[in-house]
């Protein structure tokens, strides 16, 4: 498989440092921002995505993207994900930032939404650290939106496998499993934000 992040960083940033440890992955950086017109460069980013493997991983941000704070607009991100449903690729959102972009969780959430309407299963890697004041803490959600409850049942059961393996281990200060949801909407339980 290969994955494939924004080239905005010289040496890919966290991520890189993630994949570059594991065995059998190919890490490829895209082109994201354009300095010359401190812009999202859609057209060099949506190539990038157009040249990759079939079915590839693709790491998005979902908004307030870091470090350019520059976002693609409705259009943009439809644009991305239609180059994404014809090659077959699969998104994880990085929603570190939720409301700082726009000041609206609702808002700042299009991204996601946009694509989960389009028929993608998606991973969303959310943190709050930063959006809680919770930065010592490091915590956050794993979302998979599957196309069916058999293929989420799946996904469920090995978060429930990795989860189980690394509270098992833990020492004291590491975080561990507060709650492991199956509703497929949430809206009554986080004021209605969710896509």
Request: glycine content about 6%; some cysteine.
């Amino acid at each position: 498989k290969q994955w494939y992040q924004r080239r905005v960083r010289a040496a890919g940033g966290t991520i890189k440092l993630i994949l570059d440890r594991m065995e059998g992955v190919n890490y490829v950086p895209y082109t994201y921002y354009d300095a010359a017109t401190m812009s999202v460069d859609v057209e060099s980013m949506c190539m990038d995505l157009e040249s990759a493997a079939d079915s590839s991983v693709v790491v998005l941000h979902a908004c307030a993207h870091n470090p350019t704070g520059i976002d693609p607009t409705k259009e943009q991100w439809l644009k991305i994900a239609e180059v994404c449903r014809k090659k077959k690729h699969f998104p994880i959102f990085d929603l570190a930032y939720l409301g700082y972009a726009s000041g609206s969780f609702d808002e700042d959430a299009a991204a996601i939404r946009t694509f989960v309407e389009m028929g993608f299963e998606i991973i969303v890697c959310q943190s709050f650290a930063k959006i809680m004041g919770l930065y010592c803490e490091r915590i956050g959600s794993l979302i998979f939106v599957g196309a069916t409850a058999e293929i989420a049942h799946k996904c469920l059961s090995q978060m429930k496998i990795i989860v189980s393996r690394s509270t098992q281990t833990r020492r004291p200060t590491e975080p561990e499993l507060l709650h492991v949801s199956q509703q497929p909407r949430l809206e009554t339980r986080v004021g209605g934000v969710c896509p």
